[in-house]
């Protein structure tokens, strides 16, 4: 891995940096608590919490804060494989699905393991200079390790071209 992308892990490893970058850039996943559990160019975990700033009327963790965690684990391993990269990706979502399996009553922490798939799909866009989509899922599970949701976030990546002036 080069020097650029793992600085960007490290950035986003350390705990205060990426909250400022939630607060900046995300600031919804700021207010409801999400925070980075884990990241490697290959798999990254995400949790959100029950609590008060991320439930429902319905006494569970509401289904965009479980979303915003997903998303997150897609996210940024988009960004591992794009972060510093000439010419510059773009990066867009495209679809969201989801399905629900059990009410998330308390932390639920969300993995996604396509980092290789993500990284084949920005080098398959940098190659052909069209844009490229991938299905990446994100698994939630709750503190007994039981499957709350699964998202299924459609991402499309395109290498950016510079445009005369």
């Known amino acids: 891995m080069d020097d650029a992308r793992e600085k960007f892990i490290q950035q986003m490893k350390h705990p205060a940096r990426f909250r400022m970058f939630l607060f900046l850039k995300v600031p919804a996943a700021w207010f409801c608590g999400v925070r980075l559990q884990s990241i490697a160019p290959e798999k990254c975990e995400a949790s959100i919490p029950y609590r008060w700033s991320s439930r429902n009327p319905f006494r569970s963790t509401y289904f965009a804060s479980l979303s915003m965690a997903a998303e997150l684990t897609t ?91």
């Open 75 to 165: 996210g940024a391993l988009g960004l591992i494989h794009s972060y510093g990269r000439q010419p510059a990706i773009s990066m867009l979502v495209t679809r969201v699905e989801g399905d629900f399996f059990k009410k998330a009553v308390d932390k639920t922490i969300f993995t996604c393991e396509d980092g290789e798939s993500i990284r084949n799909t920005i080098e398959s866009a940098v190659v052909s200079g069209e844009g490229k989509t991938i299905r990446a899922k994100s698994s939630g599970r709750n503190s007994s390790g039981e499957l709350v949701a699964e998202f299924f976030i459609t991402w499309s990546f395109k290498a950016r071209t510079s445009k005369p002036r």
